[in-house]
């Protein structure tokens, strides 16, 4: 093999070791909140809920865009202990004109579809605390994590 077969195999390897390496936190990431039913969803004509989410010292935010939503049409629950499940049935009011005889000239807003997706929680996560809220068309969902499990105590015994 030549030098610059050589060179170009090297540098090929090292630039997918430091790829790898900086998508390391999206990794863990994946593992601690897989999304069931984002890529394939067992469920015909639901549509998956596009989330952010941060690892706060004291807690996980979720936010997630549920535009023409009110909190009524939202559903967050727990299931299994640890999965987290967001779902809305995809139903919307049309805003009716005042007068009789009012009708639609154009309906461009698409009524918002079924939306669901499920999220393994970590251990740490206090599923008894979960809060949410829906404004403007955000959900946000904050799970508390749980304190840390208190480090054992080393305890010296004397050897008669």
């Known amino acids: 093999m030549d030098r610059a077969a050589d060179s170009s195999a090297f540098n090929g390897d090292l630039e997918s070791a430091v790829n790898h390496l900086f998508s390391f936190p999206e990794t863990i990431e994946k593992f601690m909140f897989p999304s069931r039913g984002h890529e394939h969803n067992e469920n015909k004509g639901v549509s998956s809920i596009a989330v952010d989410i941060l690892d706060a010292p004291k807690e996980y935010i979720f936010y997630m865009d549920v535009p023409g939503l009110s909190k009524s049409d939202i559903q967050v629950t727990v299931e299994d202990e640890k ?42 996560a206090n599923v008894s605390a979960i809060t949410a809220k829906c404004e403007t068309g955000v959900l946000t969902v904050v799970v508390e994590k749980l304190p840390p499990p208190p480090k054992p105590k080393t305890v010296e015994v004397a050897i008669s």
């Open 83 to 124: 999965t987290l499940v967001i779902r809305s049935s995809g139903k919307r009011k049309r805003e009716d004109g005042e007068e009789e005889g009012c009708k639609y000239l154009r309906l461009e807003r698409s009524a918002p579809k079924k939306l669901m997706r499920k999220f393994r929680l970590p251990e740490n």
